[in-house]
């Protein structure tokens, strides 16, 4: 099973950028990178997922290294709200044993 | 669209009993996976089911088990209860169970053995 490594936690100030890193060495031809992030007393919530290119969305954007054996979530402007335990996960196009990593607490500073 | 709905929220057991927890995913998802999240050993992967039949499993003893009915409804059953059963138990849910989609989570179910 593939597995990811990130830091155990981030810290970054309200309104600016914020990059969280993601290493999965192991990854297959076949692996989607998906990100998800747990705010205290709820169920994960899925953040974006990529395959090879970098993706857009309205809540942020997944850079994908062009070996894929890293890639970074960006927050564009971080708010108090985004602070959360990301998850960065790979998924087998057609299977779906996930395993997740200890994930990366993320602390936004006023 | 109703979010993937897991009951009850919370429970209080007692060490050899049972327990049975309830998910019912998004309307027309087909595939549920269940999860256990402790805070030593953060989420882990427990089984998934997609139109009814178990399609993964993880590494957890013959005590977790689950089904899954014909509406994609699921349950995960606990036989003989250990105090380290004490978890957040979550259910996900998507159309396929692919990775190329997303996964909704339930709020889950706080299970405390005593």
């Known amino acids: 099973d593939a597995k990811t490594t990130q830091p155990n936690s981030m810290e970054s100030n309200e309104e600016e950028p914020v990059h969280l890193p993601c290493n999965h060495s192991?990854?297959?031809?076949?692996?989607?990178i998906h990100w998800y992030r747990q705010l205290p007393s709820q169920g994960p919530e899925y953040v974006i997922h990529g395959l090879t290119s970098n993706v857009n969305n309205r809540m942020a954007s997944l850079a994908i290294a062009e070996d894929r054996k890293s890639s970074t979530l960006i927050l564009h402007r971080a708010t108090l709200r985004d602070a959360a335990v990301y998850y960065c996960i790979l998924r087998e196009r057609r299977d779906d044993k996930i395993i997740f990593g200890k994930g990366t607490r993320l602390h936004i500073l006023p | 669209k109703a979010g993937v709905t897991q009951t009850p929220r919370y429970l209080i057991k007692t060490r050899g009993q049972q327990v049975t927890l309830s998910c019912s995913p998004i309307?027309?998802?087909?595939?549920v996976s269940w999860y256990q999240q402790t805070p030593g050993q953060g989420l882990q992967f427990l089984f998934e089911?997609?139109?009814?039949?178990?399609?993964n499993k993880g590494n957890f003893p013959g005590r977790f088990s689950g089904r899954q009915f014909s509406n994609s409804r699921s349950e995960m059953n606990v036989s003989t209860l250990e105090l380290g059963d004490s978890a957040l138990y979550l259910c996900?849910?998507?159309?396929?169970?692919?990775?190329?989609?997303?996964?909704?989570f339930g709020s889950g179910t706080q299970l405390s053995v005593l």
């Open positions: 192991t990854i297959s031809g076949t692996d989607y």
């Open positions: 996900a849910s998507s159309s396929e169970g692919t990775g190329t989609e997303k996964l909704f």
């Open positions: 309307s027309g998802h087909r595939s």
């Open positions: 089911y997609f139109s009814e039949t178990q399609r």
